[in-house]
């Protein structure tokens, strides 16, 4: 019999659909999978075997169909899922389970995807590794000394480790397109207020978009599709039907579309291998049909430092509410204590150092007599970076850079060096600060680990990115994650 882990998303749901396989057993491969290779890769938080099983079994009697019925997904655990530990990689909500799903988990429940468990984050999303979690760092499948990328590493490995054939990551300033870079797969982050982040715990709500992460471009159109769209329960979800990211994908056709390449994000602070691998998939495009010019956006060059003002200020208000009463951690509540001094001990103990320097960073930026400097002047630069975007779309249908700077790096690498592990996002974050949509898609290998090709959209033209992918993938298919370490 075929290994049901190795299957596509769209491959799974045909065979579950058909009763060829049941998604029972569709769940049960996946959660052994996960017995067998997790304690290695470190991928999930929490694996939900039972919650699954069941989610299966409505499947199998046919309570719940759709394109995505019975297909199995790992989901991040800065989501909220009813009853189910829900950490976002931080101690200050360990043994917290959220009494509500998110509209994303909503969603994907009743399209019959079985969720098996939570991955792996940064703690609150801060970070590019996955080390700054909490309980400990993520592994790449493509070598288990390197780091999986970041905020999301957990769900880009389970992935890539074929733990599932799905995931769900989210992205503030390039946490589900650096992760999938790294460990080649496909990552989406869709057009801010595609998809609800109601239940989704915020990091910096202006920013936030939840996102797919696949093995194949089609199988992460299908899942945009499922958790796509406007709900009432988030004001900033946009009354519209999500782009037609299917029928995108499945044409996979470039032809006449005008490609820019972004002067101000590729060159200087690129790795060769990763310029090289860029500068094949542009001319791939080229061959396919398109036409490409070189486009500037000279306001690129001060992203990082306008989000490095604009996410910790929300963050620090954002994270406010973690206050020792309401959710989680409590330290120190001996009856003697005050309210205040509880509610410091328990968020001294309760969050790690990257939490603590966002938190200490945005209220520094939001104070009084600084606020004009730093969050106003952050909130300029957001603006311009909108007009470039704006430009550059006059003149090009969709942009392309390098998603990253550079592979996978070893674990540890970046940990004493904040703003290096930050320069991961130079590429990522002008999407996000637009509110563009923007993907990652692998364009092959430089020393043997994944590079790849980030492509940027207009707003809600979010099926642009999956035929530049989708074109992409079929003229050079994606190379399997060999997975040495399993064989060694
Ligand atoms: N690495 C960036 C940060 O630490 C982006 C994180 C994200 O997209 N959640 O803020």
Redesign the pocket.
């Known amino acids: 019999m075929t290994d049901l882990t190795r299957l596509t998303a769209a491959e799974t749901a045909a065979a579950v659909a058909s009763r060829e396989v049941s998604a029972v057993e569709v769940a049960q491969a996946h959660l052994d999978r996960i017995a067998a290779v997790d304690d290695r890769v470190h991928a999930f938080l929490h694996v939900d075997a039972e919650g699954a099983l069941a989610q299966a079994a409505r499947v199998d009697a046919g309570e719940l169909t759709g394109p995505l019925a019975g297909v199995p997904l790992a989901l991040k655990d800065v989501l909220c899922t009813e009853g189910v530990p829900t950490t976002a990689g931080s101690r200050i909500l360990e043994g917290w389970r959220p009494p509500y799903d998110a509209t994303v988990t909503a969603r994907l429940r009743a399209a019959g995807v079985v969720v098996l468990g939570k991955t792996n984050m940064?703690e609150f999303?801060?970070?590019?590794s996955t080390e700054h979690s909490a309980y400990g760092p993520t592994h790449n499948p493509w070598d288990l000394d390197r780091i999986p990328g970041?905020?999301g590493g957990g769900s880009a490995a389970a992935v890539a480790a074929y733990e599932a054939p799905l995931a769900i990551g989210?992205?503030?300033?390039?946490?589900i397109r650096?992760p999938s870079a790294v460990t080649g797969t496909v990552g989406v982050k869709p057009t801010y207020g595609g998809v609800s982040r109601y239940g989704l715990i915020a990091?910096s709500s202006s920013l936030d978009q939840a996102g797919p992460v696949a093995r194949t471009v089609l199988d992460a159109a299908l899942l945009h599709e499922a958790i796509g769209g406007h709900d009432p329960r988030d004001s900033t979800s946009i009354a519209a039907p999500v782009p037609p990211v299917v029928e995108a994908a499945r044409q996979a056709d470039v032809r006449g579309l005008r490609v820019g390449v972004v002067r101000e994000l590729t060159g200087d602070g690129y790795e060769p291998g990763v310029q090289a691998r860029f500068d094949e998939a542009v001319q791939a495009l080229v061959e396919l049909g398109a036409t490409v010019t070189a486009v500037s956006c000279p306001h690129f060059v001060h992203a990082l430092p306008a989000?490095y003002l604009i996410?910790p200020s929300e963050a620090s208000s954002n994270l406010a509410r973690f206050d020792a009463v309401r959710y989680g951690l409590r330290v120190g509540d001996d009856g003697e204590r005050g309210l205040e001094e509880v509610m410091a001990l328990t968020r001294a103990q309760g969050f790690g150092p990257e939490v603590k320097r966002r938190i200490v960073l945005g209220t520094y930026a939001l104070s009084s007599g600084y606020y004009d400097a730093y969050y106003g002047q952050a909130q300029k630069v957001r603006t311009l970076i909108t007009r470039d975007f704006t430009a550059a779309f006059a003149e090009a249908d969709v942009l392309v850079s390098p998603t990253t700077p550079g592979v996978a790096f070893p674990l540890g690498a970046k940990l004493s060096d904040p703003l290096a592990?930050?320069r991961?996002?130079l590429a990522t974050i002008p999407s996000?600060l637009y509110g563009g949509p923007a993907m990652s898609v692998p364009a092959g290998l430089s020393d043997g680990l994944p590079v790849g090709l980030q492509v940027m959209a207009p707003v809600q033209r979010d099926d642009l990115l999956y035929r530049v992918g989708a074109a992409l993938e079929a003229a050079r298919p994606f190379a399997p994650t060999p997975l040495q370490w399993e064989t060694a």
């Open positions: 940064d999303a801060m970070g590019s970041g905020s989210t992205d503030t300033g390039g946490s650096q990091f989000y996410a592990m930050y991961q996002d996000n």
